[in-house]
């Protein structure tokens, strides 16, 4: 696609529940991240995704947290049994290929509510 | 461990003013520095970024940023403000051995006419 998608761009649960994330990243980008963005914070880091490389998961806060990545395509962030602090805006990016100075272009994120 | 620090939570300059947005960064070897802004229901997107050689780099919509090693900084600025700059601005290091970007807190921008 044309840029980075996420779905859904909404979402509100009750807590306990489990949440899946999705992204799309642009096609052709081999390297992927997920940031979580909470209410007056900067981007932390959860996870990254590199081709068929091994993850670097150090950003994960729980194991309550877990993403796969199929590949070069799509990526899915599970958030299980959720809790209220679990609220954020998940912002999911891509670029194109491996190194620290590539442009990371990212979607609009998903809005997670936990009630 | 690597850490951006951006000292001014929300700036408010007027229309046509000047801007300095400041980040600080923690960092042992010579960083890969980015700005990124992120408009009101937008994703982010990247302003400039730094590498190496020049320490003043030019970006998108007449920004630009000067890094300066001795002083751990690599501000941005912008000569004359334009409404549509309203907006929340990140400061970012490349951290060393791996490929994650550390992100500062953000600095939330408006303009006044």
């Known amino acids: 696609g044309a840029g980075v998608s996420q779905s859904p761009s909404n979402k509100v649960t009750e807590k306990g529940k489990d949440v899946e994330l999705r992204c799309d990243p642009i096609s052709g980008h081999t390297a992927l991240y997920w940031y979580r963005q909470r209410l007056g914070q900067g981007l932390e880091f959860l996870i990254y995704?590199?081709?068929?490389?091994?993850?670097?998961k150090s950003g994960l806060p729980s194991d309550r947290f877990s993403a796969e990545r199929t590949g070069e395509s799509v990526s899915t962030l599970t958030i299980q049994r959720t809790q209220q602090e679990d609220s954020a805006v998940y912002l999911c990016?891509?670029?194109?290929?491996?190194?620290?100075?590539?442009?990371?272009?990212f979607g609009e994120g998903s809005r997670l509510t936990v009630l | 461990a690597q850490s951006v620090t951006q000292p001014d939570i929300h700036i408010t300059v007027s229309e046509g003013a000047s801007l300095e947005l400041r980040c600080n960064y923690s960092?042992?070897?010579?960083?890969?520095l980015f700005w990124y802004v992120q408009s009101p229901g937008q994703g982010l997107q990247l302003l400039l970024k730094y590498f190496s050689g020049d320490t003043l780099v030019q970006g998108i919509k007449g920004f630009e940023a000067e890094f300066k090693r001795s002083q751990s900084s690599f501000n941005l600025r912008k000569p004359s403000v334009h409404w549509s700059d309203a907006a929340e601005y990140f400061c970012a290091v490349g951290q060393g051995g791996s490929e994650k970007l550390v992100f500062g807190k953000g600095t939330k921008l408006t303009v006044n006419p």
């Open positions: 990016a891509s670029r194109a290929n491996r190194g620290r100075a590539g442009e990371l272009f």
């Open positions: 995704f590199q081709g068929n490389s091994a993850p670097d």
């Open positions: 960092y042992g070897a010579t960083p890969y």
